[in-house]
Nanobody
Framework: QVQLVESGGGLVQAGGSLRLSCAAS????????MGWYRQTPGKQRELVAT???????NDADSVKGRFTISRDNSKNTVYVQMNSLKPEDTAVYYC???????????????????WGQGTLVTVSS
């Protein structure tokens, strides 16, 4: 079993910054991609940014130049530094990870996709 625990959400004024963290724990052999997604009421969950184990990143156009994703593989943790926040960034932010639970799973490409419980980010105007 693998768990993702997010932290760092909260209320911030427009133009401000927040840093979200997400730590994975449990039965982990290795973690492939990790990422952040967000969702607002009535809308589908959307990509914010992802990062591979090798450090390659993919950012949504809406956050390019403002958000930076990073990870610490030794801690199984992913971060997103969010600068120049806008009211439209208000959402519940979810952490995601693609996890191999054992070396056998890794060899057979049997991965588990895990989601965190979400953390609310509110940006006031």
């Amino acid at each position: 079993q693998v768990q993702l625990v997010e932290s760092g959400g909260g209320l911030v004024q427009a133009g401000g910054s927040l840093r979200l963290s997400c730590a994975a724990s449990g039965s982990i052999f290795s973690i492939n991609a990790m990422g952040w997604y967000r969702q607002t009421p009535g809308k589908q969950r959307e990509l914010v940014a992802t990062i591979t184990s090798g450090g390659s990143t993919n950012d949504a156009d809406s956050v390019k130049g403002r958000f930076t994703i990073s990870r610490d593989n030794s801690k199984n943790t992913v971060y997103v530094q969010m600068n120049s926040l806008k009211p439209e960034d208000t959402a519940v932010y979810y952490c995601n990870a693609v996890v191999y639970g054992s070396i056998q799973d890794w060899r057979e490409e049997e991965y588990l996709e895990v989601w965190g419980q979400g953390t609310l980010v509110t940006v006031s105007s």
